[in-house]
């Protein structure tokens, strides 16, 4: 009996601190030899085995294809984020799971705004990330695009990608 409990305990603890570490399949680090980031992680790492998840660049149209906040970046910024979070979880993904965020912005001035909704969604596991503003994107109403890397556990259950 004392054996069983043993072996069991050997192979309960690993478990126990795994499910206690967070996302025990990311590691962010902010090396102290680079300056201290606001918003973002210097260095983003997956460990073991997991899927990669390539989100393409969202804007901020609806699901019907309709523009969210003409001329409005913050509302704009909000229904890019809205997007990101249906695309993520499609690949049974979280903000947690993401490692790499590029956003492209037609006016750095409007940044805040954009850095606002961000925190929302990332709290404190933050992806390692670039910033651009860019002459124009696709249409020119839009003003911010935003696009995502993920990486998922090995073994997250997929949901096939399907048009309501």
Known sequence: MRSYVFVSMLFLIPVLVLAQSGSPHIKRTNPTTLSSPTGYTHVVETIGPVK????????????????????DMKAQAEQVFKNLDAALKTAGATFADVVKMNSYIVDMSKAQA????????????????????????????LMLEIEVIAAVREGTRVVPATKD
């Open 52 to 71: 990669t998840v390539y989100i393409s660049g969202q804007v901020a149209l609806d699901p019907a294809g309709n523009l969210v906040g003409p001329g």
């Open 114 to 141: 954009v850095r606002e909704v961000r925190t929302r969604y990332f709290s404190n596991v933050l992806p390692a990330s670039t910033f651009v503003e860019v002459k124009g994107l696709a249409r020119p109403e």
